[in-house]
């Protein structure tokens, strides 16, 4: 990938500690044990194949053979969503043309069902937004009235 994606991929199958560490500290490292993934298979062969790539500027991730096949995603702090959004439609594209330049292939794309995805929570558009919003003095005086607003 090129300009502000260009990044390194790092394989979890022989990663090195520090890197390990790194990426745990930076909150970018999933791990096995989810015993909902074990039961649906989908650690099999656990770390093999899997790896995590990542920008520069940590802005850009792709998770490869988490819980779906590829997880892109887009993200910084701050509030500009239009530049977190350009960014992710920019990766999705590259990262598209990647995989179909490896392997002549596209993203499984079903005509009823959408983006076809391990997750059913995901099936269609496999697009999935989050938001985390710091709200300064808001537990300032303790997490029941936080709770008790958003029970409103």
């Known amino acids: 990938l090129e300009g502000n994606l260009k990044g390194q991929y790092y394989p979890l199958l022989g990663m090195n500690e520090k890197v390990r560490q790194r990426l745990v500290d930076d909150h970018f490292l999933f791990m096995s044990g989810d015993p909902n993934l074990k039961v649906a298979g989908m650690e ?46 920019k990766g999705i594209q590259a990262v598209g043309k990647s995989v179909k330049d490896a392997s002549g292939k596209d993203f499984l794309l079903d005509e009823k069902y959408g983006y076809i995805h391990s997750c059913p929570t995901n099936l269609g558009t496999g697009m999935r937004a989050s938001v985390h919003i710091d709200l300064p003095g808001w537990t300032a005086e303790g997490l029941d009235k936080p709770q008790a607003r958003c029970e409103e």
């Open 44 to 89: 099999r062969d656990w770390p093999e194949g899997r790896g995590i790539y990542h920008n520069k500027d940590k802005t850009f991730l792709v998770w490869v053979n988490e819980e779906d096949q590829t997880r892109i995603i887009s993200m910084q702090k701050g509030g500009d969503v239009r530049e977190v959004f350009a960014r992710l439609a």
